[in-house]
């Protein structure tokens, strides 16, 4: 086996934090802005879902495999997209081994039904988050970036109002959409913020306003004002993750202020980078289904390079990666990283 270790002069977390101002870096850095959580991982810490979601030990075993077995550089524990839903009163199906989290039913029909609870930070799903943060700041704050995760108002609008009547709003009722949108940005304010405080070096912001669904134009008008206002709120770095098709819509979203744009697969790295140039961070965008879960080492290794070759400054999976996932394509992705460097010293 080829030893790489003489290329990597810096530590994860100061590989990542010099990509952030765009300083020199050994190799690029692979991080993780939402979930790597898989079957096999689990079994290797024996540590399993749904547990994991409600127990912030468990929680912290889990997350830190990414960086213990798969060598990525950065630790992100809130696997789900839930946390909130479920802090916010929703009925929860907080799934199983092999089934992320979902909500059952949608909890309100008005914007005025809004009410983040009293004890929002308190509640066990939001604690079990922050507590796992503190944990994995205490073990590993001087070698590996620790990421958190929160919401956005968007998504979190899919959760308690339901997708499709929110969809519909957008069309049939835009006020009430706007109004829904910032009752619902505070929830978001405020978890990212005791995040920071626990001790998280980045925070992950999900806001599904993805391309299939929502139109750019849509975007800079409901979302682009609060993801300023928002990002302008928040104490820490910013990771924006929107899935799908977003290339249309990246020239706003580098412009929101957030640090990092989180992309996906459906947008190339190029066109990606061509979006945005150098006005945000990109990460991404290595496939899920058809690299990661069904691929071959050399399939992500593919991948890898490409979003080297483009310029993407962070190479991250595209999206929370299906529980299935096979560990050895995981672990491609620093491999491939690796000898794209080797092959260049
Ligand atoms: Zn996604």
Redesign the pocket.
Known sequence: MVSYIKYEKMKSRERVFAALKREEVDRKPVINP?SIANVELMERCNTYFPYVHTNAEKMATLAATGYEILEFDSIAPYFSIQQEAAAFGCGMDWGKKDQMPDVKGCLYHTPDEIKIPKNFLDHIAIKTVINALKILKNKYSDEAVIIGKVMGPWTLAYHLFGVQKFLMDTILDPDMVSEILNRLKKATVKFANAQFEAGADLVTL?DHATGDLVSAKCYAKFLKPIHQEISAKINGPVIL?I?GRTVDRMPDIADTGFKVFHF?SKNTPQEAKEAVGNKIILAGNINNIEILLFGTPEDVKKAVFENIDAGIEMIAPE??VPLTTPISNLQAIVTGVREYCNARE
């Open positions: 939402v999900a993750h899935c996906e999206c929370a």
